[in-house]
């Protein structure tokens, strides 16, 4: 059977053999984590919008497949437009809106396949001591992939749902800014075969993870109406990938 070239399949575990259906099960687990663009916590400015991008790098490829290693191909990197709407109602509490979209023929830029992302959120922010600040937000997205997954004439189709639920704290300082962020989540996938006429649905809560939560740590800086972010996501025994953001702000 064909390697999976899909555009998020990105696997950080190595095993010797497995079967098919445990290789689909984890392609699902890996790429639905990829495409819900787990959301950067910066503070919240005096301006009103932000257009944000928020760039994926994605770690390098497992092509392993049933103890055969095959060629595979997946671009370097992954990311999401997102338009973000700032309110303060108070000196110390804000709130912020935003939605994204990643559609088909901007991504046909980096894969053959059809992709599409949408995503909307909404995140509470509230200003303390020291310049310091603490958020709580909620994200709901959804994703889909289709095209030849598993087969070079096949019409494959992977789709998700994912809600995710956070809290972050951070502290604005001289020079730029820090924040972590901790989170929970549930993605429901399925993925179509068409070779097979097989779907597989799974829902992951991140119950293989030593605790069900992801982790977020961000360093950044202002300059002017932009901000710049480097940020860290870790999943216990899935996955640990870099991001970065560029935020222009008015």
Not at 53 to 64: G, H, R, V
Not at 82 to 90: E, G, K, S
Not at 147 to 170: H, K, R
């Amino acid at each position: 059977m064909k390697t999976f070239i899909l555009l998020f399949f990105i696997p950080t575990f190595s095993f010797a053999t497995v079967t098919w259906q445990k290789q689909a099960e984890r392609l699902q687990k890996i790429s639905t984590t990829l495409t819900e663009a787990t959301p950067v916590v910066t503070p919240v400015t005096n301006k009103q919008f932000d257009v944000l991008m928020d760039i994926s790098l994605l770690p390098k490829l497992n092509s392993t497949i049933g103890g055969k290693k095959e060629d595979t191909k997946a671009p370097p990197f992954h990311g999401v437009p997102i338009i973000r709407w700032n309110h303060a109602f108070n000196d110390q509490f804000s709130s912020r809106l935003w939605a994204g979209a990643l559609p088909s023929f901007a991504a046909s830029f980096l894969t053959e396949h059809k992709v599409n992302q949408y995503l909307i959120g909404l995140e509470g922010q509230l200003k303390s001591k020291f310049n310091s600040y603490f958020s709580f937000g909620y994200q709901l997205s959804s994703s889909s992939i289709k095209g030849n997954i598993t087969e070079d004439q096949s019409n494959d189709e992977m789709t998700s749902v994912a809600g995710i639920m956070y809290l972050g704290a951070g502290q604005n300082l001289s020079l730029g800014f820090w924040g972590l962020t901790l989170g929970a989540r549930r993605n429901d996938s399925e993925f179509y075969i068409q070779v097979d006429e097989t779907t597989y649905k799974f829902s992951d809560q991140l119950e293989d993870s030593t605790i069900p939560l992801y982790y977020q740590g961000t360093i950044g800086s202002n300059y002017k109406s932009f901000t710049f972010a480097l940020t860290q996501l870790y999943i216990p025994r899935r996955i640990l990938m870099p991001k970065f953001s560029i935020i222009y702000s008015w």
